[in-house]
């Protein structure tokens, strides 16, 4: 049975009573979330003043942290003061929108020329019960990078990948050496972190998100859940992932055959080393899939920016998204970020640190995750199950037993607060 979710949080009435009137017409407020200080930098030195200049308005910056982004954005909403354009995460849309704490964008992204730039995987996880929240801006899409010339030492060809679980298990077993006493590994086959997010990726590639959207229940109970529960603790094993030796990096150095990346974490990697353009040219990226007649998945968290429901200015406060987005700000914002952007027309002109190239390759790929609030129990306790498996003290079937019991009370308290 399909679930309607109208929601209308206490919140919301409290923001009707304090927030109008707390502003000037001419001025917003603009909660960014963790920027660099070079892309604060470029906002204050001219970004920001040109639309100013351009608009007539006052723009108020602050930058949270995400650790504490939530209370900032609700103290400040229950204080009258919210911001008008709010940064989002990947559970905004789903949590914020559903709250009624966002305004739902599709008004303005009606006559927006790029919308259909962006592929609609991406739209949709910015989206909740039928309404767009979010602008996507970052698209932190992950993959599994390997070292072209582990593959060929091993007699692999480096143009292909492993099609299916079974064969990647036998890449990583092969490609796995640890010293004669087995107290460390001197190659490892992947590092595959034994982590919730990781889980759920395994999840998708069995053809099963965590939660079935349509009806929101759990989906920890299903044959697939179980299944890549038993290839997380496989991957563990077979990769010898707690015995000491090389991890993620090491994938650059050739010691290391694969291992998941994120493009920010690929990034920060490369810039460390000598030759950033060469090393990036030993490693290719894939989607990785259950089997050949199964879809490849990269799992992806999109951010992104919305406007508050609170603000009085819906219309100006869409005008600093859409210059932010405009064709005279966002490659500027996008070299200096590194960000892999959701727009597919402009991937040329944003190649500004070497393999982001292999990311957008990605994007086709992308699949997104509804983690039920609050998500430091819906995803913390998680972890803590996935790493007492690893750890041999629990079994996989009681990993997704457990994280079922668990999700299914979350939704349900989640559900219960909608109207």
Do not use: C
Request: no cysteine.
């Amino acid at each position: 049975m399909a679930v309607t979710r109208r929601a209308v949080p206490i919140v919301i009435a409290l923001v009707t009573v304090l927030s109008f009137g707390a502003y000037a017409e001419d001025s917003l407020r603009f909660l960014a979330v963790n920027y660099s200080p070079q892309l604060l930098q470029a906002l204050n030195d001219w970004i920001i003043p040109r639309f100013e200049e351009r608009y007539g308005v006052e723009v108020e910056l602050q930058n949270a942290t995400w650790e504490d982004r939530v209370d900032r954005f609700v103290v400040q909403t229950v204080g009258g003061v919210a911001p008008d354009v709010v940064v989002t995460g990947y559970y905004s849309a789903y949590e914020e929108g559903a709250a009624g704490l966002l305004l739902p964008l599709d008004p303005f992204l009606d006559s927006w020329q790029y919308r259909d730039m962006i592929p609609e995987p991406i739209w949709q996880s910015q989206g909740w019960d039928g309404y767009i929240y979010a602008m996507p801006m970052e698209v932190d899409v992950r993959g599994i990078v390997y070292s072209k010339a582990v593959f060929e030492q091993a007699g692999l060809d480096s143009s292909r990948t492993p099609q299916s679980w079974e064969e990647l298990l036998a890449w990583v077993g092969r490609l796995t050496v640890t010293t004669p006493d087995q107290q460390s590994v001197t190659q490892r086959g992947i590092w595959y972190d034994t982590h919730a997010q990781n889980l759920f990726w395994l999840m998708m590639q069995a053809g099963v998100p965590p939660v079935d959207l349509a009806t929101l229940e759990s989906n920890f109970d299903t044959p697939e859940a179980l299944a890549a529960a038993e290839m997380l603790l496989d991957l563990h094993t077979t990769s010898q992932a707690s015995l000491p030796g090389p991890r993620a990096v090491d994938v650059l150095y050739g010691k290391t055959a694969m291992s998941w990346f994120h493009p920010g974490w690929f990034n920060r990697t490369l810039a460390e080393m000598e030759d950033p353009a060469a090393m990036a040219r030993e490693v290719g990226i894939f989607p990785p899939q259950r089997s050949p007649e199964d879809a490849p998945v990269a799992i992806g968290f999109i951010n992104g920016l919305a406007i508050t429901r609170s603000s009085p200015n819906p219309e100006l406060a869409w005008k600093l998204i859409e210059f932010l987005t405009s064709e005279e700000v966002i490659q500027e914002l996008y070299r200096i970020t590194g960000w892999v952007s959701p727009r597919m027309d402009i991937i040329p002109e944003l190649m500004y640190w070497p393999g982001v190239d292999m990311f957008y390759g990605l994007v086709p790929h992308i699949q997104t995750v509804v983690v039920p609030p609050p998500r430091n129990q819906a995803q913390g306790q998680l972890d803590q199950m996935v790493k007492a498996m690893a750890q041999n003290r629990i079994p996989p079937l009681t990993v997704t037993t457990n994280a079922h019991t668990l999700w299914t009370r979350l939704l349900n308290e989640w559900q219960a607060t909608w109207q």
